[in-house]
């Protein structure tokens, strides 16, 4: 049974991935499930720290991974939601983590120690596929956007981060992103991703908010965007299907 910090809840967490997983394999690390909420800029993990739990974004919920630079800025890698996990996904044990990984969007998640996930691919061929396989998704993501960081603009960029962004919260006309924010996620100064939003903002493609942007003409947005995004949801429909987030299917 999913347990909480207040009480108990019965059905599988708003995660595709626990969902993805047959009712044997899900039953293998159920019990050891413990459900959370987390607030914006939680901090799961720090680079060197043992990676000993397994966090579900749930809903939602979207976690970052934060590469630190020379110069001191943290660069931001990847946005992991409820189609995935983070910590123990592709490595087994309680190894050290490479990147600061926190919480962007704040909501539900569940947590498995690391030692319970581990156990159970051990038991279940089919489980150990499943994280296998999207493993290799996780891998396509940093990939893509390794790529992405080396060949695209500044405005591609933008516009692919609102959009992933978008495909994750429950609210698609609205994503809690900062200009601050987006500028760590581009890498960039706060002064560069102000004048890509100003630009937007002309074209009539979004308005901001305090706190967040309003998309007005996601279409308009997706013209603007690199085809990164897309590029990355083939490769989870050819891997795992029905994993990655699209709220035209409900998940």
Same mark, same amino acid.
């Given at each position: 049974?999913? @347990?909480?910090?207040?009480?108990?809840?019965? %059905?599988? !967490?708003?995660?595709?991935?626990?969902? /993805? +997983?047959?009712? $044997?394999?899900?039953?293998? *690390?159920?019990?050891?499930?413990?459900?959370?909420?987390?607030?914006?800029?939680?901090?799961?993990?720090?680079?060197?720290?043992?990676?000993?739990?397994?966090?579900? !974004?749930? #809903?939602?919920?979207?976690?970052?991974?934060?590469?630190?630079?020379?110069?001191?800025?943290?660069?931001? @890698?990847?946005?992991? #939601? /409820?189609?995935?996990?983070?910590?123990?996904?592709?490595?087994? #044990?309680? +190894?050290?983590?490479?990147?600061? *990984?926190?919480?962007?969007?704040? #909501?539900?998640?569940?947590? &498995?120690?690391?030692?319970?996930?581990?156990?159970?691919? $051990?038991?279940? /061929?089919?489980?150990?596929?499943?994280?296998?396989?999207?493993?290799?998704? &996780?891998? $396509?993501? *940093?990939?893509?956007?390794?790529?992405?960081?080396?060949?695209?603009?500044? %405005?591609?960029?933008?516009?692919?981060?609102?959009?992933?962004?978008?495909?994750?919260?429950?609210?698609?006309?609205?994503?809690?992103?900062?200009?601050?924010?987006?500028? @760590?996620?581009?890498?960039v100064g706060r002064s560069y991703t102000s004048r890509v939003i100003q630009t937007f903002k002309a074209e009539g493609t979004l308005e901001t908010r305090r706190g967040s942007i309003l998309i007005r003409n996601a279409e308009m947005l997706r013209n603007r965007s690199c085809r990164c995004n897309e590029a990355v949801k083939g490769h989870f429909e050819e891997v795992l299907r029905g994993i990655y987030p699209d709220p035209g299917r409900g998940n």
């Amino acid at each position: 049974m999913l @347990t909480r910090q207040n009480g108990t809840a019965g %059905e599988r !967490p708003f995660n595709n991935l626990l969902r /993805r +997983l047959n009712d $044997a394999d899900y039953a293998l *690390i159920a019990p050891h499930l413990v459900a959370a909420d987390s607030g914006p800029n939680d901090l799961l993990y720090s680079p060197g720290d043992n990676v000993e739990t397994v966090h579900f !974004p749930c #809903g939602p919920s979207l976690v970052s991974y934060m590469v630190a630079n020379e110069d001191g800025r943290d660069v931001e @890698t990847i946005l992991i #939601g /409820r189609e995935g996990a983070v910590g123990g996904i592709v490595s087994q #044990g309680n +190894l050290p983590a490479y990147t600061r *990984i926190i919480v962007k969007f704040a #909501g539900p998640f569940v947590r &498995l120690p690391v030692s319970k996930l581990d156990a159970a691919k $051990a038991r279940s /061929r089919t489980l150990s596929n499943i994280f296998a396989r999207y493993a290799d998704c &996780l891998l $396509a993501q *940093i990939f893509q956007s390794t790529a992405c960081n080396a060949i695209h603009s500044i %405005e591609q960029r933008t516009a692919k981060w609102i959009i992933s962004a978008m495909e994750r919260t429950d609210d698609g006309d609205s994503v809690p992103l900062t200009h601050e924010q987006l500028a @760590t996620l581009l890498g960039v100064g706060r002064s560069y991703t102000s004048r890509v939003i100003q630009t937007f903002k002309a074209e009539g493609t979004l308005e901001t908010r305090r706190g967040s942007i309003l998309i007005r003409n996601a279409e308009m947005l997706r013209n603007r965007s690199c085809r990164c995004n897309e590029a990355v949801k083939g490769h989870f429909e050819e891997v795992l299907r029905g994993i990655y987030p699209d709220p035209g299917r409900g998940n």
